[in-house]
């Protein structure tokens, strides 16, 4: 994958730096990545396609509308893949998805509307939902074992509440396991039906985040699950992925909802979890400060 | 052989004029601000000025001027461009009106108008590059009431109909 800083990409269109800003604000298009220091870092396929469709293009909507079709190619491929029970062409149809997105964004643009449409056009019970749920479980699990390994000191486990893999919020589930890890989040990812010996899990993982997955499991079970947790590592912040309409219940408890889409769901947990320990480095300065002052007025009182 | 050829009295297939006459300049203007450069930069079709449209060109006559409010179509009466002043005008933003079919946005005031003064027969001739201007009087689709006169004459690259409001 080649990525443009913004000058490389407003060149190679032949524009200025402002002009494309400009562009993603009204076109949503080119839509760049951020670098660790928040820079644009535009792919290098979605530039080109861009800079081609402009040639024969009448205005820059009709343009982007081009460019994008022709990246939506991607995904009409892969659908047309699993619908024939064509693995490697599956793969290769992905592969081909990679060569001009990040890894996020395929799984966001190509992977997971491909297994949307495909249950909405199959239904959940058919044999082509089968076997594009299990590729695609696959697929994601092999993309986790070759993210590089934790850089940051935060940790989540996450309750997966979904019936099995057939599950449709499954592949979206697995799709946050690897944003996650790809962010360099450590990640334990547990069925919430399993209660016991979910001590000793949560002692050696030392979550700062426990997320609950996934709309299948019914509220009694997800709650006995997460009061295990809780009582195996005390009080700590609980978000909700992709858990129906349980919106309204949720938010009278204090329980962080996240988007469904996953890479911001990913982003909104990596706030909560800094906005966590900001609070509690408060803390620790705050009774720091006050046990300094404390000792000090002791020391001025015995003086 | 030439006897042969004046016996089938058959007319034979020839490069003829254009019924209209074209001697008007090619101007270039911005299919979004519809202003008009001062140099052709033929390195980048952006428009240097408000960098939202491409640059596209048309006979003199009936290019629009800066600010004026225009439509680009093709020949399949898809929306390819809307100006700045057309999307004030029909309360409508390029972005969503790109790729929709014209009667969306336009209609023709006189429905049974045939030849040259019918706005799809106007616009498919025009995206296929027949010289000249034709007026057509249109309304907006979603409102009755308003009559706004139109001059619709082929622009590009590539070929395509530009439809100016007056």
Not at chain 2, 108 to 115: H, P
Request: charged fraction near 20%.
């Amino acid at each position: 994958m080649r990525y443009l800083k913004t000058s490389e990409a407003a060149a190679l269109l032949n524009v200025s730096p402002n002009t494309l800003r400009a562009w993603e604000r009204r076109f949503g298009f080119p839509k760049p990545q951020r670098s660790p220091g928040k820079h644009r870092l535009f792919t290098h396929g979605e530039v080109a396609a861009l800079r081609d469709a402009l040639q024969e293009g009448l205005s820059i909507s009709s343009a982007v509308s081009r460019a994008r079709e022709g990246l939506a190619a991607d995904s009409n491929s892969l659908v047309g893949a699993l619908v024939s029970y064509e693995g490697e062409r599956a793969d290769g149809a992905i592969e081909a998805a990679l060569a001009l997105r990040s890894v996020e964004r395929s799984v966001e643009e190509v992977l997971l509307p491909t297994l949307d449409e495909i249950y909405r056009r199959y239904g959940g019970d058919s044999a082509a939902w089968a076997f594009a749920a299990h590729w695609g479980a696959n697929w994601l699990r092999r993309a986790q074992r070759l993210a590089p390994p934790p850089v940051r000191p935060v940790s989540i486990v996450i309750g997966d509440a979904s019936r099995d893999e057939l599950d449709t919020d499954a592949p979206h589930i697995r799709a946050l396991e690897l944003f996650c890890v790809r962010a360099g989040m450590k990640v334990l990812s547990l069925s919430a039906r399993g209660v016991s010996g979910i001590g000793d899990a949560v002692a050696i993982h030392q979550p700062n985040i426990v997320v609950l997955a996934g709309g299948h499991l019914a509220d009694d079970t997800v709650a006995r699950w997460a009061y295990a947790v809780r009582l195996a590592a005390g009080a700590m912040p609980v978000a909700v992925y992709r858990r129906g309409d349980q919106r309204v219940r949720m938010r009278t408890t204090g329980t962080s909802m996240l988007p469904s889409g996953a890479s911001d769901a990913q982003r909104r947990l990596l706030e909560l979890i800094d906005a966590e320990q900001d609070a509690a480095r408060i803390a620790v300065a705050s009774a720091r400060a006050h046990r300094d002052a404390s000792s000090g007025g002791g020391q001025r009182a015995s003086m | 052989m030439i006897e042969a050829r004046s016996n089938t009295r058959r007319g034979l297939l020839a490069v003829v004029p254009d019924t209209v006459p074209d001697d008007s300049p090619r101007v270039s203007f911005c299919s979004h601000c519809g202003i008009r450069p001062a140099f052709a930069d033929i390195s980048s079709r952006v428009c240097d000025s408000c960098g939202m449209g491409l640059i596209l060109q048309s006979h003199a006559d009936v290019a629009p001027a800066a600010g004026d409010p225009f439509l680009v179509l093709d020949g399949s009466l898809s929306v390819c461009a809307v100006s700045a002043a057309a999307e004030n005008l029909l309360a409508t933003c390029e972005t969503d009106a790109v790729n929709r079919h014209v009667t969306e946005l336009l209609v023709a005031a006189d429905a049974e108008a045939q030849g040259a003064a019918n706005l799809a027969v106007a616009v498919t001739w025009a995206a296929r590059g027949d010289g000249g201007a034709r007026r057509v009087v249109v309304r907006p689709t979603n409102t009755f009431g308003v009559r706004l006169k139109t001059r619709i004459a082929s622009c590009g690259p590539p070929t395509a109909a530009l439809v100016v409001f007056d």
